[in-house]
């Protein structure tokens, strides 16, 4: 198995996941490589291992959610492709690397359990987006998207320890980010809420700065 290259993280916050980062390179993306996800009924998801990242947003200490309500305002609409959850041509870093390919998420993908499994809606809406070589040792990036109830979500953010978390863009998001256990890499994990929709944003050894902003601009608009 080859491994890939190691990247310094330097993160920054722009707002948003999913599921928090560092300055991105140029570039044009290359095309997928595998087939996008599909909005996908969240009953029964089950654990497709574990995946860490580098988050997409600068860490910062915050206040814990304070009210469940939420401005109908603030409701999103999750995409149907995994293309339309980022700007084209914005993540080359990503965007060249294969996308749900059948060996690293399965066939059919199997839904992993995250930290917003107890508020997922039953048959909700859910965008699963792996960029991933099969190959490769530790470099990923995971976007996860999914319709959830507000009061439980807000309760799965207030039982996170170890994160970095703030009210932000009408919403409340929190990260992590730590080195990689194994190789000389940092690991991130962005998660945010808005609404009835979360995002979660894993990614190791890939920086991505502005990309918690890019995906909330395609949900929420």
């Known amino acids: 198995m080859r491994r890939t290259s190691t990247t310094t993280l330097l993160v920054t916050i722009g707002v948003g996941a999913v599921v928090a980062l560092s300055g991105c390179t140029g570039g044009d993306a290359a095309p997928d ?40 305002a603030t409701v999103g609409s999750i995409p149907s492709t995994c293309s339309d959850l980022v700007t084209a041509g914005r993540w080359p870093q990503f965007e060249s690397m294969p996308l749900n390919d059948p060996g690293v998420v399965g066939d059919p993908p199997d839904l992993p ?15 699963y987006c792996v960029w991933r070589d099969p190959r ?34 009408d919403g409340y998001r929190c990260q992590r980010v730590t080195q990689n256990p194994q190789y000389p890499v940092t690991d991130g994990r962005t998660l945010f ?15 991505t700065q502005g990309l918690l902003d890019d995906v909330r601009a395609h949900v929420f608009g």
């Not at 599909?38 to 997409?56: E, L, M, N, V, W």
């Not at 359990?113 to 965008?127: I, M, S, V």
């Not at 998207?145 to 863009?169: H, I, N, Q, W, Y």
């Open 193 to 207: 809420t808005r609404g009835d929709v979360a995002i979660r944003i894993t990614q190791s050894n890939i920086p």
């Open 33 to 72: 490589r595998s087939p996008s996800a599909t909005r996908t009924p969240t009953d029964d998801a089950t654990p497709t291992g574990a995946t860490t990242a580098t988050p997409a947003v600068e860490p910062e200490s915050g206040p814990t959610p304070s009210s469940t309500s939420v401005p109908a």
């Open 113 to 127: 359990t995250t930290e917003f499994t107890p508020a997922l809606q039953q048959g909700g809406a859910r965008l």
């Open 136 to 169: 490769a040792d530790v470099t990923n990036l995971v976007i996860d998207v999914a319709t959830v109830d507000p009061s439980k979500a807000a309760a799965a953010m207030r039982s996170l320890s170890g994160f970095d978390c703030a009210d932000e863009a």
